[in-house]
């Protein structure tokens, strides 16, 4: 590889570190490539992005960008996973997939320039995700205007019994 090749991928990395939200430092010594398409494919859907790249290209790669964090830390065989929408659900399909695969582990991460051990990133996949968070919100949001529209139709129904009472009460005088 040469010096323009390796320039085009640190710049390509660089690009897209900088647009996501989360890198997860893997290990993914011995996992067959079967597994590594399986695990490209679930990051995929979760909205993420899984790179084997070389230790010195990424940390020349995020350094400058909010992954920093982990840039000096990058050894052995690593690989990368982005994660750009939602960092929860990368998180949950990371944990997830190392139930499945034995060859499979997570080293650390950064979450928006956090740094994050194994542990917490199991934490944080342990955490809702965007969509369930948007619903739980918008049920909260709707809550209120029909306990409103509730509470004033009890209002008007008590009022409408009590002159409805009265009328009752006049008619039988």
């Known amino acids: 590889m040469n010096r323009s090749e390796k320039a085009a991928i640190i710049e390509r ?14 290990d993914f010594k011995g996992m067959p490539v079967e597994k ?4 490209r494919d679930v990051l995929r859907n979760g909205g993420g992005e899984y790179h084997v790249v070389k230790n010195t290209l990424a940390g020349i790669a995020f350094t ?8 000096s830390k990058l050894k052995d065989n690593c690989a990368v ?6 960092p929860v659900a990368v998180a ?9 695969s034995k060859q499979f582990a997570i080293k650390f991460a950064s979450l928006e320039g956090s740094f994050l ?19 739980k919100a918008l ?18 129904r008590t009022f409408l019994y009590a002159l409805n009472a009265i009328k009752e009460q006049k008619e039988a005088a």
């Open 117 to 135: 051990n194994e542990a917490q990133l199991g934490e944080l996949a342990k955490l809702p995700g965007k969509q369930e968070l948007l619903a």
């Open 36 to 39: 590594m398409t399986e695990l």
């Open 64 to 71: 400058g960008t909010q992954h920093e964090v982990i840039s």
């Open 92 to 100: 949950k399909a990371l944990v997830e997939f190392t139930k499945k």
């Open 139 to 156: 049920g909260t949001m709707n809550a209120v205007p029909t306990n409103f529209v509730g509470l004033f139709a009890n209002i008007i």
């Open 13 to 26: 990395l660089k690009a897209r570190a900088e647009a996501a939200s989360i890198a997860v430092v893997t």
């Open 81 to 86: 996973a982005l994660g750009f929408d939602d």
